[in-house]
């Protein structure tokens, strides 16, 4: 059973940076693709960004395109969110989960683990 821990989430001010980091134990994720989703409060789960199994594919949600970035350390079966020029319209609770499939894809219902999310709030 692969476990995902997500980790990094924290008070920030408007404009700053942020690592988010999802590490994954119980099992490989490397042959897997991986995201990241987030939930605002009062809002449905949105997607942020995609990273295929060798890492060599990714996507974004055109709302952080730019200024966030995913990547991944398969030696270590985790995987990153580096978020820059923070706003406050990014607070939400962060997500990681992984793909039953291995190319990046932006679709919820095709990831099957998930992990228990790390809040993210930035301020104004």
């Known amino acids: 059973q692969v476990q995902l821990v997500e980790s990094g989430g924290e008070l920030v001010q408007a404009g700053g940076s942020l690592r988010l980091s999802c590490a994954a134990s119980?099992?490989?994720?490397?042959?897997?693709?991986m995201g990241w989703f987030r939930q605002a409060p009062g809002k449905e789960h949105e997607f942020v960004a995609t990273i295929s199994y060798t890492g060599g594919g990714t996507g974004y949600a055109d709302s952080v395109k730019g200024r966030f970035f995913i990547s991944r350390d398969n030696a270590k079966n985790t995987v990153y969110l580096q978020m820059n020029s923070l706003k406050p319209e990014d607070t939400a609770v962060y997500y990681c989960?992984?793909?039953?499939?291995?190319?990046?894809?932006?679709?919820?219902?095709?990831?099957?683990?998930w992990g228990q999310g790390t809040q993210v709030t930035v301020s104004s």
């Open positions: 989960g992984r793909s039953r499939y291995s190319l990046a894809t932006v679709k919820r219902d095709e990831y099957d683990y």
């Open positions: 119980g099992g490989l994720v490397s042959d897997y693709a």
